[in-house]
């Protein structure tokens, strides 16, 4: 087979979730396939970023510059087309599509209008042109079948991973982040876009409501600026304890191991997760967690962490103190993330990724 890969969202000095998906599955996919070639995308208009690339890892994966509307980019010997950003190609081959959320969908205060409204084409485009739709939970594969209900027999859940760097941290290793940093002995973590859908606002007033408690304790907020940001800036002045809110920006990879060993608790209290890999991070470096009790994020997180209403700021801030001052409980729940997050790896993520590639050119093929 020839699969081409669109790894456009990869091409990004500062990586998101969707990045992180598309470098670890193509990293996974180069480990356990050396038969199959792969080519990897990256659409024109991240020319740029060119310098962010995504690079191929095997000798049997190539790379291009895929050009909507320009067929002859690629050999008439393609098999498959990923879209792995929800988003399908103008490729006269089958397509794959990774859907990794639809909270553009849910509610208009998550997004400008003008993104919104983009997404929602590529959605469109992706239910009406892709054989199937891949979802990293089912909570994401019950919302698409609700918007898309002709597409929802294309749906298939197959889980994230989480990168083999998450592990338990040295003390060293921790202390010298914690000191790059400025970070006290005490902190919660919170990771992840600083906007509306993450619930920032309500995590900010949680933990001024608990922080007189703990004089030690601060509040880090790991992560860039999104929609809403404003509204986190504002609630952060705001705060009683604004001088122990610490918003260092965006951090790169390396650092975020020992960020999540150092942390007395990853608290992730979003309105809408399509997955949560966050969770799986903080479990591989056994620090507890303390998530909504919504989306996607009781499916990914199980037993292991603490769960709290994210509409409910008095729950979060419960939630926090549990953490704080029950430390058995935290203890429990280290050793329950540890043990869950044996569930999930890229690589079976992969191998659910090769099957159902070739499931599709298969069935093409006797069409």
Known sequence: MKIAIDASAAAAAEGTGVATYISELVKALAQIDTENEYVL???VSRLPRRGSFLKPPAPNFGEKILVEGLHLVFPRTLDLFH???????????????????????EQEKY????????????????????????????????????????????????????SEEYKP??????????????????????????????????????????????PDLALLLVGKRSHGAEDVDLAARMSAYYDRILMPGYVPAPALPPLYGGATALVLPSLSEGFGIPILEAFACRTAVVAANRTSIPEVAGEAAVLVDPEDTDSIAEGLRAMLTDETR?????ELGA????????????????????EIVMEAAVE
């Not at 879209?83 to 969908?105: K, N, S």
């Not at 043990?339 to 070739?358: D, G, P, T």
Request: with cysteine; charged share 30%.
């Open 41 to 43: 995308c990256t659409r």
């Open 83 to 105: 879209g792995t950003d929800a988003r399908a190609a103008r490729l006269d081959v089958p397509q794959v599509i990774t859907m990794h959320d639809l909270f553009q969908e």
């Open 111 to 162: 997004s400008k209008s003008r993104f919104r409204a983009k997404k929602q084409k590529y959605y469109e485009g992706s239910a009406s042109r892709a054989k199937a739709i891949i979802a990293p939970s089912e909570y994401v594969a019950k919302a698409f079948t609700e918007h898309y209900p002709d597409a929802g027999y294309k749906i298939v859940v197959i889980p994230h991973g989480v």
């Open 169 to 214: 941290q040295h003390k060293e290793v921790i202390d010298f982040v914690r000191e790059k940093y400025k970070l006290p002995e005490k902190y919660i973590l919170f990771v992840g876009s600083l906007g509306v859908r993450k619930n920032v606002v309500r995590l900010i007033d949680a933990f001024t409501k608990i922080a007189g408690d703990f």
């Open 330 to 334: 935290r203890e429990e729940l280290i």
């Open 339 to 358: 043990e869950r997050v044996k569930e999930f790896s890229w690589f079976k993520s992969a191998i659910a990724h090769l099957e159902l590639y070739r």
